[in-house]
Nanobody, 120 residues
């Protein structure tokens, strides 16, 4: 299973950016997908998560500004509006995957990071 992240880039404070993630491989189902951002050398914080039933979770710091969605069965997107300089980070997509042939076991996968830079 591979996760391919795309999007991100640079924006002014108050602007908008979108990050997307596509999963591929021997995927039976993806119960959960989410975005994390790197906040310290060995620390990533959960920004938002979406389950296969459409329910969502947002960190308080992004509520009302970020919207996570799953346009397709194996894809995820996050619209980031009213960006703030403190949103600057490398963003990583994450997925919990039922791999085809693995029964009910869930495996966690990470995509490569994508940089989001917000200037004041």
């Amino acid at each position: 299973v591979q996760l391919q992240a795309s999007g991100g880039g640079s924006a002014q404070a108050g602007g908008s950016l979108t990050v997307s993630c596509a999963a591929s491989g021997m995927i039976f189902a993806i119960p959960s997908m989410g975005w994390f951002r790197q906040v310290a050398e060995n620390q990533r914080e959960l920004v938002a998560r979406i389950l296969s039933d459409g329910s969502t979770y947002y960190d308080d710091s992004v509520k009302g500004r970020f919207t996570i969605s799953r346009p397709g069965k194996n894809t995820m997107s996050m619209q980031m509006n009213n960006l703030k300089p403190e949103d600057t980070a490398v963003y990583y997509c994450n997925a919990l995957v039922h791999v085809t042939g693995s029964g009910r076991a869930e495996f966690g996968y990470w995509g490569q990071g994508t940089q989001v830079t917000v200037s004041s």
